[in-house]
């Protein structure tokens, strides 16, 4: 339902609520299929809207505080800078943000699944583009014609039956239901469709209308939510959840949307690294697998014996035979009556000396046998290793099993360099959380892990957070800023949830940069803060 007109509708209602008669302070795009638009609103606050055009997995959604674009990255439609945002509001036949400014311009987010995209419109033509700018720009810009908005032409069937009925006896009957509610229902998609006919008890006008109603109404008023079920990816509904559901609701359309995109942010980059995880097992069982293999067919200790053997008859030879040519063939002491025994020999060797080097070769065999038993235990040893991993991965049926899955390590039997161990063992595994693309949340195991993140890990300038009053982990954010607002918070609701404070309504966490947190050489184990902020939080797992 992320681009769903409905979700649309609400959104925009409250980003009209944030931003109307505040300003748009500038635009840029710093990932690909991305662009975020900075708004100061009229408090004065900073706020975000980030976009994301031709993915499945994302639509928009906000978060607080400056995050000026890098250097390297180029603003988009400057023109447009710190102008006023007189209105948000959405077409109301189609699935398009409009964002008014007071020079005329209009900000229009088409939300078209693959075809997202952000037009600059004037004057009814479209004047620059975030996507195909130079095809876009300056042709007409069609904004769905209707006489009666998606709203209003649901509300009317809502509240008459009968027109419900009219509406479907007037469709083609020979269409199938669906597709008849389709071609009737505004705004509806198949989805939705799939919903109504699902809650009917029957396919009489009546029973459909009493489904749509229900679902209409839920539209109208929704409950917007986040549902995690074992093994799918995070999903965003605008109904509450069924009862059974892993689900977490919000009062805001927009709240809910910031919380999936977390979530299916979080999905994706384990997914992404438990499918580089599993190639890198996959090929280390292969070549484990492959080696083993390669001496399945020749067995040293075999060989060993065999070499004792012909030491032994060509010593009860010596004497009574002589070589000829390369081979020499003696008598079976070792089972009377059975053939003779042909035994390749050196000739540049007498018996005696042929004897000695088959004793010798015995001997070195014995060894290789040795070594290969060794090697094939450790090998096996390492097989079921990295088969467990891999069991593990293939078994992770929820986020946080296989962040479990991913920190169990790396395929062990590789050699690396001496920088690379050297780099292994002055970073210390903590438990790791994206909180998005550039910036990653380090949480401290126990007291002892809690000191290297902090004193060994973390750098002056990163974030350090720490719930008031309650033991827990040390927590440590890379790669944001005290600007980050809506980052750092969830980082402490996170913090909050890995304390002894993870019950609570709300909780105090403490917020400040690493450089101000000395040790505190009178109490082991506690720190002393030089400067800090506070932050009341609802603890919330990751």
Same mark, same amino acid.
């Given at each position: 339902?992320l681009?769903?007109?409905?979700?649309?509708?609400?959104a925009?209602?409250?980003l009209?609520?944030?931003l109307? #008669?505040?300003?748009? @302070?500038?635009?840029?795009?710093?990932q690909?299929?991305?662009?975020?638009?900075?708004?100061?609103?009229?408090?004065?606050?900073?706020?975000?809207? +980030?976009?994301?055009?031709?993915?499945?997995h994302f !639509?928009?959604?906000?978060r607080?505080?400056?995050?000026?674009?890098?250097?390297?990255?180029?603003?988009? %439609?400057?023109?447009?800078?710190?102008?006023?945002?007189?209105?948000v509001?959405?077409?109301?036949?189609?699935?398009?943000?409009?964002f !008014? *400014?007071?020079?005329?311009?209009?900000?229009?987010?088409? %939300?078209?699944?693959?075809?997202?995209n %952000?037009?600059l419109?004037?004057?009814g033509?479209i004047?620059?583009?975030?996507? $195909?700018?130079r095809?876009?720009?300056?042709t007409?810009?069609?904004?769905?014609?209707t $006489?009666v908005?998606y709203?209003r032409?649901?509300?009317?069937?809502?509240?008459?039956?009968?027109?419900?009925?009219?509406?479907?006896?007037? !469709?083609?009957?020979t269409?199938?239901l669906?597709?008849?509610?389709?071609?009737?229902?505004?705004?509806?998609?198949?989805?939705?469709v799939?919903?109504l006919?699902?809650?009917?008890?029957?396919?009489?006008?009546?029973?459909?209308h009493?489904?749509?109603?229900?679902?209409?109404?839920?539209?109208?008023s929704?409950?917007?939510?986040?549902?995690?079920?074992?093994?799918?990816?995070?999903?965003?509904?605008l109904?509450?959840?069924?009862?059974?559901?892993?689900?977490?609701? @919000?009062?805001?359309?927009?709240?809910?949307?910031?919380h999936?995109?977390?979530?299916m942010?979080?999905?994706?980059h *384990?997914?992404?690294?438990?499918?580089e %995880?599993?190639?890198e097992?996959?090929?280390?069982?292969?070549?484990?697998?492959?080696?083993l293999?390669?001496?399945a067919?020749?067995? &040293?200790?075999?060989?060993?014996?065999?070499?004792?053997?012909?030491?032994?008859?060509?010593?009860?030879?010596? #004497?009574?035979?002589?070589?000829?040519?390369?081979?020499?063939t003696? &008598?079976?002491? @070792?089972?009377?009556?059975?053939?003779?025994?042909?035994?390749?020999?050196?000739?540049?060797?007498? *018996?005696?000396?042929?004897?000695?080097?088959?004793?010798?070769?015995?001997?070195?065999?014995?060894?290789?046998?040795?070594?290969q038993?060794?090697r094939?235990?450790?090998?096996?040893?390492?097989?079921?290793?990295?088969?467990?991993?891999?069991?593990?991965?293939?078994?992770?049926?929820?986020?946080?099993?296989?962040?479990?899955?991913?920190?169990?390590?790396?395929?062990p #039997?590789?050699r690396?360099?001496?920088? $690379?161990?050297s780099?292994?063992?002055?970073?210390?595994?903590?438990?790791?959380?994206?909180?998005?693309?550039?910036?990653?949340?380090?949480? #401290?195991?126990?007291?002892?892990?809690?000191e290297?993140?902090? @004193?060994?890990?973390?750098?002056?300038?990163?974030?350090?957070?720490?719930?008031?009053?309650?033991?827990?982990?040390?927590c440590?954010?890379?790669?944001?800023?005290?600007?980050?607002?809506?980052?750092i918070?969830?980082?402490?609701?996170?913090?909050?949830?890995? !304390?002894?404070?993870?019950?609570?309504?709300?909780?105090?966490?403490?917020?400040?940069?690493?450089?101000?947190?000395?040790k505190?050489?009178?109490?082991?184990g506690n720190?002393i803060?030089?400067r800090?902020?506070?932050?009341m +939080?609802?603890?919330?797992r990751?």
């Amino acid at each position: 339902m992320l681009r769903n007109y409905f979700t649309l509708y609400h959104a925009a209602a409250e980003l009209h609520q944030r931003l109307a #008669g505040g300003y748009l @302070f500038e635009i840029h795009s710093q990932q690909k299929n991305e662009i975020t638009l900075a708004f100061v609103t009229p408090e004065g606050e900073h706020l975000q809207l +980030v976009v994301t055009v031709r993915s499945p997995h994302f !639509s928009l959604y906000t978060r607080e505080g400056l995050n000026r674009k890098s250097r390297n990255t180029a603003g988009i %439609m400057s023109r447009i800078y710190e102008r006023q945002i007189t209105g948000v509001v959405i077409s109301p036949a189609d699935r398009q943000i409009g964002f !008014s *400014l007071d020079d005329g311009h209009t900000l229009v987010l088409r %939300m078209f699944s693959a075809e997202t995209n %952000m037009l600059l419109v004037r004057d009814g033509r479209i004047v620059d583009a975030f996507k $195909d700018a130079r095809k876009l720009e300056n042709t007409p810009f069609d904004e769905t014609e209707t $006489d009666v908005p998606y709203f209003r032409s649901l509300d009317q069937l809502a509240s008459d039956p009968a027109l419900l009925r009219q509406k479907l006896e007037e !469709s083609d009957n020979t269409e199938p239901l669906d597709r008849r509610l389709l071609a009737m229902l505004p705004g509806f998609d198949r989805k939705l469709v799939r919903r109504l006919l699902a809650i009917a008890e029957g396919e009489s006008p009546e029973q459909l209308h009493q489904a749509f109603v229900a679902i209409f109404y839920d539209l109208a008023s929704p409950t917007p939510c986040v549902i995690e079920k074992p093994g799918q990816p995070p999903a965003f509904s605008l109904f509450a959840p069924e009862a059974g559901d892993e689900a977490v609701t @919000f009062e805001s359309v927009i709240d809910a949307l910031n919380h999936y995109s977390r979530k299916m942010y979080r999905h994706l980059h *384990l997914r992404e690294r438990a499918v580089e %995880m599993r190639r890198e097992l996959t090929a280390k069982i292969g070549k484990l697998e492959k080696e083993l293999n390669a001496s399945a067919g020749h067995d &040293p200790e075999e060989v060993s014996r065999r070499n004792e053997r012909y030491g032994h008859l060509l010593t009860g030879a010596i #004497g009574a035979i002589e070589p000829s040519g390369g081979t020499v063939t003696v &008598p079976n002491l @070792f089972a009377p009556g059975s053939p003779d025994v042909t035994i390749p020999v050196k000739t540049r060797l007498n *018996l005696q000396e042929n004897a000695a080097w088959y004793f010798t070769q015995a001997t070195k065999n014995r060894k290789k046998a040795a070594a290969q038993k060794l090697r094939h235990a450790e090998l096996r040893a390492e097989l079921d290793t990295l088969r467990l991993k891999l069991a593990k991965l293939d078994e992770a049926d929820s986020p946080d099993r296989l962040q479990q899955a991913l920190e169990s390590g790396s395929p062990p #039997g590789g050699r690396s360099s001496g920088k $690379d161990r050297s780099k292994k063992e002055k970073t210390p595994q903590f438990r790791t959380i994206p909180i998005s693309d550039r910036i990653t949340l380090y949480i #401290g195991r126990n007291s002892a892990n809690n000191e290297k993140l902090t @004193f060994g890990f973390a750098k002056p300038d990163d974030i350090w957070l720490h719930t008031r009053g309650a033991s827990g982990s040390h927590c440590v954010l890379k790669g944001a800023g005290m600007h980050n607002a809506s980052e750092i918070r969830r980082a402490a609701e996170i913090a909050a949830w890995h !304390s002894s404070a993870k019950h609570s309504e709300l909780a105090p966490v403490i917020c400040t940069q690493k450089k101000y947190i000395k040790k505190d050489r009178k109490t082991p184990g506690n720190v002393i803060i030089e400067r800090e902020q506070v932050l009341m +939080v609802k603890p919330l797992r990751e």
